[in-house]
């Protein structure tokens, strides 16, 4: 089946600590996101990449960082600068991302210990 | 668009009553918005699209209406059905040198069997 895969489903950061999220898809999208999601609330962008090897901020992109090496891959490193980590963070993917459907993973449920 | 809160709207009707569901957009220049569905846990799931070329777009029991002139976008879902109930987000693509979609901070709809 095409999707994306996010994993893993729930992660936990200690003090101090990056941890990277996972995004996969099998899509053959050349663009893909990275979206925070708090409690009750819509979605961010974080990050974005329109292609492999590019990559650009989104709106809250402090304390993240990304890469882009392959084109079914863009994972997410939430780092120790990132003061409020805990949120749901989702991954998506689109053949152009501002003009059709982005498909979204499942998400990563991340909180600290 | 949509005031971020913490509290989503919650629109509560009953099973096999029609549904709508209302979206103020920000950006006079945007000319994709899209409808997402997003069940407890997971990931939003696409529902309809619309072009600023049109007007109204119909899907399998979902109409999405366009009113540019007020910056209005709305879903209705005809006979709605306990499986509705989600949160549903609509999204604009407000930059379109970003080729990203902003979304707002969604509805709640709960459907009385």
């Known amino acids: 089946d095409g999707g994306i895969t996010q994993s893993p489903k729930y992660l936990f950061r200690k003090e101090g600590q990056n941890v990277t999220l996972s995004c996969e898809q099998n899509?053959?999208?050349?663009?893909m996101y990275w979206y925070r999601q708090d409690p009750g609330q819509g979605l961010r962008l974080i990050y974005y990449?329109?292609?492999?090897?590019?990559?650009q901020k989104g709106d809250i992109a402090e304390g993240y960082s990304v890469s882009r090496e392959k084109k079914e891959s863009f994972p997410l490193t939430v780092t120790s600068a990132q003061k409020n980590p805990t949120a749901f963070y989702l991954c998506?993917?689109?053949?152009?991302?501002?003009?059709?459907?982005?498909?979204f993973g499942d998400g990563t449920r991340l909180s600290i210990l | 668009g949509e005031s971020v809160g913490l509290h989503l709207p919650t629109l509560s009707v009953q099973e096999g009553d029609n549904s709508i569901i209302n979206c103020a957009y920000s950006?006079?220049?945007?000319?994709?918005f899209i409808w997402y569905k997003q069940e407890s846990g997971k990931g939003p799931q696409f529902i309809i699209d619309?072009?600023?070329?049109?007007d109204k777009r119909q899907g399998q029991r979902v109409t999405v209406l366009l009113n540019k002139t007020v910056k209005h976008l709305s879903l209705q879902i005809a006979a709605t059905q306990p499986g509705d109930s989600a949160v549903y987000f609509c999204?604009?693509?407000?930059?379109?040198?970003?080729?990203?979609?902003?979304f707002g901070s969604g509805t709640r709809l709960q459907v009385q069997p």
């Open positions: 998506a993917s689109s053949n152009d991302g501002g003009n059709q459907p982005q498909h």
């Open positions: 899509l053959n999208h050349d663009a």
């Open positions: 990449s329109q292609i492999v090897n590019d990559f």
């Open positions: 950006n006079s220049a945007s000319d994709y």
């Open positions: 619309i072009r600023s070329n049109m």
């Open positions: 999204a604009e693509n407000m930059d379109t040198g970003r080729r990203a979609l902003t």
